[in-house]
């Protein structure tokens, strides 16, 4: 039987997603074997400038999980951006077996192009282990994502989006609060920046494509966190990733709602740190990430 193609669905500003757009991310991640230890992905042609972060990171993790046994499940990385990526040129991984132990498996990435370093990774992976169980307590009064405006319907109100107002959307989020980028924004604040996230539509059963896939979502709203602080606009600022480190504490579906909870507790010498944390609705911490993002004030010409 024949398989009819998904048609996308639009948002209210008429940028596409929904399971035809996801569809595309998971095959964006899906890499080329080229060797034993070496993979090959592209970017999408609707990025211009240069390759986002969120889809570097998620594809030097896809590689690593590529030389990983399947009983191993990854609990870390730690990732650094080296150079800006290009979109129009394949993205080379060149995977490093570096320790395959009983309990602990560790790889190392390097993602290049024309010859160059543009992004490293180091990922720890581990056999499932029982031991001591605890957590911060949920996030309590936080709207359920349902009540909140899409990025579109933001968009198509006039609230403006950078990026996001531009390319396909396969990942519905939901912001709790005005985000930084928003121009009903009223100054700015202390508290966290929130947004529910969930891949818009629905994602095979494998576990490690939902980590690889929260990994290319979690580069996104992080470094508004830290212009949240400060009442300066999104066009005065210069930004990009430095580097960017998750923890994956408890299974999760990256195609149900989890709740990202940003905060940036400083910033100087034109970066900001930011830290987040992954919470399912029932009240689970199920991920936490650390980065540090170049932002920098743009002289007034």
């Known amino acids: 039987m024949t398989r009819t193609p998904a048609v996308p669905q639009t948002d209210a500003d008429g940028v596409p997603r929904g ?4 569809d595309g991310l998971v095959q964006l991640l899906d890499l080329e074997q080229l060797e034993v230890n070496l993979f090959r992905g592209v970017s999408p042609p609707e990025r211009p400038t240069r390759v986002f972060g969120g889809q570097v990171a998620g594809q030097a993790l896809v590689a690593a999980v590529r030389t990983v046994p399947a009983d191993r499940s990854v609990h870390s990385l ?11 040129v394949p993205i080379v991984y060149d995977t490093e077996r570096v320790r395959d132990g009983r309990s602990f498996t560790t790889r190392r990435v390097l993602a290049i192009q024309h010859g160059e370093a543009i992004f490293s990774l180091s990922a720890s992976f581990q056999l499932h282990e029982e031991g001591l169980e605890h957590s911060e307590p949920a996030p309590t009064g936080v709207p359920a994502p349902d009540t909140l405006p899409t990025v579109g319907e933001r968009v198509a109100r006039g ?29 700015p604040t202390d508290a966290p920046v929130r947004v529910w996230m969930r891949a818009d539509g629905t994602l095979p059963d494998d576990p490690l494509l939902h980590v690889c896939l929260l990994t290319y979502a979690s580069d996104m709203t992080l470094l508004g966190s830290v212009v949240a602080r400060h009442d300066v606009p999104f066009d005065r600022l210069q930004m990009a990733s430095l580097d960017h480190a998750m923890w994956f504490h408890r299974p999760f579906r990256a195609d149900q709602w989890l709740l990202y909870t940003c905060y940036s507790p400083t910033a100087s010498g034109s970066r900001g740190l930011a830290t987040g944390r992954f919470t399912t609705e029932d009240g689970r911490l199920v991920a936490t990430t650390v980065q540090e993002g170049l932002v920098r004030l743009r002289r007034r010409t």
Do not use: C, K, N
């Open 78 to 88: 730690h990732a650094y951006f080296i150079r800006p990526g290009d979109p129009r």
């Open 19 to 22: 399971q035809a757009v996801l």
């Open 159 to 187: 609230d403006g989006a950078g990026w996001l107002a531009r390319e396909p959307r396969p990942i519905d989020m939901r912001f709790v609060d005005e985000p930084a980028w928003s121009s009903a924004r009223t100054g």
